[in-house]
C-alpha cells in the first residue's frame, strides 16, 4: 500500500502545487490521478519514488517512509513510465530494456533474457530488439517504455501520461493491454492522465484532483459516475455524459442500446435485466451509468429515418451499423451478440 499522509509541495518559486494531500491507494491495483493541467498529478507521482522531495508530510510504502530509503534505490525498485516513454536514444531495445537490472547488478545474459521475456509481454516482436527508439512507432515505444518499467520486477509502477502522444487508435491497443498485463502481473499502477475516460477505463480507483492537488472526489468509476460529489466533478466528467448515457430498448424482438439523444449505439440479441449494469466491452467493463429497459414499443425514440442508423433496422436482420457516442462501444454493434452484462464492480 502507498499511503499520502497530509503531503505538501511547495517549490523554490512559491508555486504551492500540492497541498496537504492525504489518500491511501490499494496494493495490486491500478489508481488513477485525473486533473486538469497543472492540478498536481506529476509532483504526487514523483513524490513517491523521491524525484521530487516534499515539503511537508509522508509517503509510506507498505509502512516505511521513503524518505528514509536511498532514493536511487528506491527508484530502481519502483518502475517508471513517462510520455514519450523517455527512452535512451542511442541504446536498442533490449538495451533500454535492459539498462536498469544491469544497473542493479543483475548478470547479463538473466537482464538479456529477461528483456526479451518482457518484450512478448509487453507484445512487441522479438525481431525489434535491436531497433534504436527513433526507428519504431510511437506506440512502439510506448511498449518499449512499459517493458523497461516492468524490468526490474517492481511491486509499484508508476505512469505518467504513457499514453498521451499516440494516436486514439493506438492509445486504445495500449490501454486494454495495460488491463490484460494488469491481470496477469496485479501491480500497484498509480496512473496519470488528464483524459477521464481513460481514468475510468483503467482505474479501480480514481482520484479527480483540483489545483493544488486538491481530492475533488476519490472512489471507484461506478462510485464517481453515479455520485459526483461536486458541480466541479460534475463538469469534469462531462457534461455530455448525460447525452451519452446509454438506455436499452425493445423493437421488433430485439433490444436496441440508445443514447441520451435517441441515436441507435447497438444492438443486444439476448435477453438483458433490468437495473443499473455495465456493459462489457473487451477486457474490462465499461462504466456507463444506469441502463433502464423500455419494454414498450412506444418508448422506442427516433427509430424513423431521421436518425443516422435507423434505416438499416427494418430492412435487415443484422446489426446495424454503429455510431458510437461512448468511445468504446463499437464492439457493442459489430457482433449480433449480446456482449457480457453485468452488475457493477
Ligand atoms: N519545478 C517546478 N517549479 C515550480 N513550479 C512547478 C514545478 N513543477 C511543477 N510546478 C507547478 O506545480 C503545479 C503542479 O504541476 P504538475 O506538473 O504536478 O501538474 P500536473 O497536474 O501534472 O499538470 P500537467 O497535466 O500539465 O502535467 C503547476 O502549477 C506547475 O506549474
Redesign the pocket.
Known amino acids: 500500500m502507498i499511503e499520502f499522509d497530509g503531503i505538501s509541495k511547495r517549490?523554490?518559486?512559491g508555486?504551492l502545487?500540492v497541498d496537504n494531500f492525504s489518500l491511501r491507494l490499494p496494493s495490486r491495483e491500478i489508481t488513477v490521478f485525473v486533473?486538469s493541467?497543472?492540478?498536481?498529478?506529476?509532483?504526487?507521482l514523483r513524490m513517491i519514488n523521491r524525484m521530487v522531495e516534499p515539503t511537508s508530510g509522508r509517503i509510506l510504502i507498505d509502512d516505511e517512509d521513503v524518505a528514509s530509503l536511498n532514493p536511487v534505490t528506491l527508484r530502481r525498485r519502483i518502475g517508471y513510465v513517462m510520455q514519450n516513454s523517455g527512452l535512451l536514444p542511442h541504446r536498442t531495445v533490449l538495451q533500454n530494456i535492459a539498462t536498469v537490472p544491469l544497473l542493479n547488478r543483475v548478470p547479463k545474459a538473466e537482464a538479456v533474457a529477461r528483456a526479451h521475456e518482457l518484450m512478448e509481454t509487453v507484445g512487441l516482436d522479438s525481431a525489434l530488439a535491436k531497433r534504436y527508439p527513433a526507428e519504431l512507432s510511437g506506440g512502439q515505444q510506448q511498449r518499449v517504455g512499459v517493458a523497461r518499467g516492468l524490468a526490474v520486477n517492481p511491486n509499484i509502477l508508476l505512469m505518467d501520461?504513457p499514453f498521451g502522444a499516440v494516436d486514439p487508435i493506438v492509445r486504445r491497443e495500449l490501454q486494454e493491454e495495460l488491463l490484460r498485463i494488469q491481470r496477469e502481473l496485479a501491480k500497484t499502477i498509480v496512473f496519470?492522465t488528464?483524459d477521464i475516460d481513460e481514468a475510468f477505463l483503467l482505474g479501480d480507483h480514481v482520484t479527480i484532483?483540483s489545483r493544488g492537488g486538491h481530492v475533488a472526489q476519490h472512489g471507484s468509476p461506478d462510485e464517481i459516475l453515479s455520485n459526483p460529489a461536486s458541480e466541479f466533478v460534475a463538469d469534469f466528467i462531462g457534461a455530455d455524459r448525460g447525452r451519452r448515457a446509454l438506455t436499452l430498448r425493445q423493437s421488433e424482438g430485439r433490444t436496441l442500446v440508445v443514447d441520451g439523444t435517441g441515436r441507435i449505439a447497438g444492438v443486444l440479441g439476448a435477453e438483458t435485466a433490468t437495473g443499473p449494469v455495465s456493459v462489457g466491452a473487451g477486457g474490462r467493463d465499461e462504466h456507463l451509468g444506469e441502463i433502464t429497459l423500455g419494454t414498450e414499443a412506444a418508448d422506442l425514440p427516433d427509430l424513423d429515418t431521421s436518425s443516422p442508423n435507423s434505416g438499416e433496422l427494418g430492412s435487415s436482420p443484422e446489426a446495424p451499423e454503429v455510431d458510437t457516442p461512448s468511445p468504446n462501444l463499437g464492439e457493442l454493434g459489430s457482433e449480433n451478440e449480446a456482449p457480457g452484462v453485468d452488475t457493477p464492480r
Open positions: 517549490f523554490p518559486d508555486t502545487a486533473g493541467s497543472g492540478s498536481g498529478k506529476t509532483t504526487l501520461e496519470v488528464h484532483l
